[in-house]
């Protein structure tokens, strides 16, 4: 399930936002100034973030060039083209003027996910081809089941933060419905024991009481 940041200091639009994007199984954050967004994005890493330029505190131009690695799509009553130009060279991944048709806006939110759904992912060492279902250790190729691949991405997706066994099993269901909290934990002992074999190291570690995450 795809994470979006809905960044807009107006409540209704907000509200409108969240309750539709949730319709359309997203899960939502939200963040209501410039600063609150730049300390949900220390912790967090959205799929896509929403932005409203007209926030308080710290701007959504100014908040654009430090958001790095996650398309924004920027929603703005501003309809000046020199604007727009400005910030899609900048940076954004698409503008969409308010008022906007939702049905619109949802469809541009799936082509931009689409773009950004990497099947490549690196991490240390390690390199994860989620199409082919393996991952190099090094120069080292190993292969992956199907459920032990859709766990170590979400990892990697993730590598500063620990993902718990709930939001785990919720976030790769879609890949692997035989997953089950009981079966979790062995495939991720299976995971470890495969990229261990290569050169001893421990790449997942399970943070108490949480989770786990890529060991740094």
Do not use: W
């Not at 008022?99 to 806006?105: C, T, V």
């Not at 620990?162 to 419905?177: F, H, R, Y």
């Amino acid at each position: 399930m795809p994470d979006i940041l809905i960044i807009d200091d107006d409540l209704h639009i907000g509200n409108l936002l969240e309750e539709s994007l949730k319709n359309a199984d997203y899960s939502v954050s939200r963040a209501f100034t410039g600063k609150d967004a730049l300390q949900i994005l220390s912790t967090e890493k959205p799929d896509l973030i929403l932005l409203d330029l007209m926030l308080p505190e710290l701007s959504g131009e100014e908040l654009l060039p430090l958001i790095r690695d996650i398309p924004v799509i920027v929603i703005s009553a501003k309809i000046d083209v020199s604007n727009k130009v400005d910030l899609l060279l900048g940076g954004a991944a698409d503008y969409v003027t308010k008022p906007f048709d939702m049905r619109e806006l949802l469809a541009r939110i799936a082509v931009q996910l689409r773009k950004n759904d990497k099947n490549e992912l690196t991490f240390r060492d390690l390199t994860l081809y989620a199409d082919t279902l393996t991952v190099k250790v090094g120069n080292t190729e190993i292969r992956l089941t199907r459920t032990e691949c859709a766990i170590l991405k979400l990892l990697m997706q993730n590598p500063l933060n620990p993902v718990g066994k709930s939001a785990m099993l919720e976030k790769i269901s879609a890949d692997t419905p035989d997953c089950t909290e009981r079966s979790l934990k062995q495939h991720i002992s299976n995971i470890r024991k495969k990229l261990q074999s290569v050169n001893g190291e421990d790449y997942i570690e399970a943070v108490y009481g949480i989770g786990f995450k890529m060991k740094s």
